[in-house]
């Protein structure tokens, strides 16, 4: 069965701005995408690392380089393609350099989001809307109960509060000039956001992310220092959000109005582990890697515990994880050792796989 048929067919020959293209998750959605046959159009800043996932996929693709607070050169992009798609995943993404540079966190993800919903507002092709933001989104109290979408929007640090802020953005956009009781009357386009948990995938070589700090650290032979040992996070292969953003997506090209909303996309809640579980089986997929702690009391704050609770994805959209936890730190270690040690990306057998399993398993998304 053809790749094209999955989202029944929504994607094929829609032309789909992605921003923040270049980054890890950016550069995997755009790969799907052009796997879709849509007609892919990346905005973002240059890729962030060397190497780099964007660069080594050689996408032929629609690729501009600019800042997402350039609302100009952002919206001559909008004028020039006229999208009938948008996903937003230009961000700042990493907690602790929230910490040094606030004001840039803020003015990307929280002044970025809006000046790309500006854009949105004056491009009348626009059908389909999806903000990418984060399980951190949430006032998040630690006590245990997993997040749900009904979930007060907060954060303790400045990456968190960004991401929580950029919810609101979307709230207040959604109802204010895309508001689903007059959707195909006033207007055409829908907008929903989505949020998932700490994203693992070959390809990231973003600094203070842990499995590639592990993957540095294997390649100098040193042991890598990891903070917060024994902090519980969803951990999940990036083929799982990004499954749940297409449909979510696709439900919105066929005017679908309940999904004009906010989404979680996580593991099983009980499909969870420490960073400390983590290094452990990282060690047993390549046993080049090598570990030491840093004590939390030198680290900044960040949650010790976070969950998702999945149940409306579930119940409303039928998604549903296709690879647990141990899967997909496995992908993604034999991801980096295949590329170190025969310079060979497994991207394309990581999606055939992922979409293989997906269709035993008769996923709403298959079909």
Same mark, same amino acid.
């Given at each position: 069965?053809?790749?094209?048929?999955?989202?029944?067919?929504?994607?094929?020959?829609?032309?789909?701005? $992605?921003?923040?293209?270049?980054?890890?998750?950016?550069?995997?959605?755009?790969?799907?995408?052009?796997?879709?046959?849509?007609?892919?159009?990346?905005?973002?800043?240059?890729?962030?690392?060397?190497?780099?996932?964007?660069?080594?996929?050689?996408?032929?693709?629609? +690729?501009?380089?600019?800042?997402?607070?350039?609302?100009?050169?952002?919206?001559?992009?909008?004028?020039?393609?006229?999208?009938?798609?948008?996903?937003?995943?230009?961000?700042?993404?990493? $907690?602790? %350099?929230?910490?040094? +540079?606030?004001?840039?966190?803020?003015?990307?993800?929280?002044?970025?989001?809006?000046?790309?919903?500006?854009?949105?507002?004056?491009?009348?092709?626009?059908?389909?809307?999806?903000?990418?933001?984060?399980?951190?989104?949430?006032?998040?109290?630690?006590?245990?109960?997993?997040?749900?979408?009904?979930?007060?929007?907060?954060?303790?640090?400045?990456?968190?509060?960004?991401?929580?802020?950029?919810?609101?953005?979307?709230?207040?956009?959604?109802?204010?000039?895309?508001?689903?009781?007059?959707?195909?009357?006033?207007?055409?386009?829908?907008?929903?956001?989505?949020?998932?948990?700490?994203?693992?995938?070959?390809?990231?070589?973003?600094?203070?992310?842990?499995?590639?700090?592990?993957?540095?650290?294997?390649?100098?032979?040193?042991?890598?220092?990891?903070?917060?040992?024994?902090?519980?996070?969803?951990?999940?292969?990036?083929?799982?959000?990004?499954?749940?953003?297409?449909?979510?997506?696709?439900? !919105?090209?066929?005017?679908?109005?309940?999904?004009?909303?906010?989404?979680?996309?996580?593991?099983?809640?009980?499909?969870?582990?420490? $960073?400390?579980?983590?290094?452990?089986?990282?060690?047993?997929?390549?046993?080049?890697?090598?570990?030491?702690? !840093?004590?939390?009391?030198?680290?900044?704050?960040?949650?010790?515990? !976070?969950?998702?609770?999945?149940?409306?994805? +579930?119940?409303?959209?039928?998604?549903?994880?296709?690879?647990?936890?141990?899967?997909?730190?496995?992908?993604?270690?034999?991801?980096?050792?295949?590329?170190?040690?025969?310079?060979?990306? !497994?991207?394309? $057998?990581?999606?055939?796989? %992922?979409?293989?399993?997906?269709?035993?398993?008769?996923?709403?998304?298959?079909?």
């Amino acid at each position: 069965m053809s790749v094209t048929t999955l989202f029944q067919s929504a994607y094929k020959g829609k032309t789909v701005l $992605v921003t923040g293209h270049t980054g890890f998750k950016g550069s995997w959605l755009a790969y799907w995408l052009h796997q879709l046959q849509a007609n892919v159009v990346g905005y973002s800043l240059p890729a962030p690392t060397e190497p780099s996932h964007w660069q080594l996929l050689h996408l032929p693709i629609s +690729h501009y380089e600019g800042d997402i607070s350039n609302v100009e050169q952002l919206k001559a992009v909008f004028n020039q393609h006229e999208p009938e798609v948008v996903f937003h995943m230009a961000a700042q993404p990493l $907690v602790r %350099y929230s910490y040094q +540079h606030p004001l840039e966190t803020i003015e990307t993800n929280v002044l970025g989001t809006v000046k790309l919903l500006e854009c949105v507002r004056q491009c009348p092709s626009i059908r389909a809307v999806i903000i990418i933001t984060s399980d951190k989104c949430y006032e998040n109290p630690e006590d245990g109960h997993p997040l749900r979408e009904t979930d007060p929007m907060g954060g303790y640090d400045p990456y968190s509060m960004s991401k929580g802020a950029a919810e609101l953005v979307t709230s207040s956009y959604r109802n204010s000039f895309f508001n689903v009781d007059h959707y195909g009357r006033t207007h055409q386009t829908l907008i929903a956001s989505v949020r998932a948990g700490n994203v693992i995938g070959g390809g990231d070589w973003a600094s203070d992310r842990l499995i590639p700090d592990l993957v540095r650290g294997s390649l100098s032979r040193q042991p890598v220092t990891i903070r917060n040992p024994e902090a519980v996070r969803p951990w999940q292969h990036v083929l799982e959000p990004l499954s749940g953003y297409l449909l979510v997506g696709q439900k !919105l090209l066929q005017g679908d109005t309940n999904a004009a909303t906010g989404w979680n996309f996580g593991p099983a809640v009980d499909d969870v582990l420490s $960073v400390r579980n983590v290094v452990e089986q990282a060690i047993d997929c390549w046993n080049v890697i090598s570990f030491n702690e !840093l004590s939390s009391v030198k680290n900044p704050h960040e949650a010790h515990l !976070l969950r998702l609770d999945c149940t409306k994805a +579930h119940r409303e959209l039928d998604w549903y994880p296709v690879w647990d936890t141990n899967s997909a730190i496995t992908r993604t270690i034999d991801w980096y050792r295949t590329f170190y040690e025969t310079e060979k990306l !497994l991207t394309d $057998v990581d999606l055939a796989s %992922y979409i293989q399993e997906a269709r035993a398993r008769r996923l709403n998304w298959t079909t």
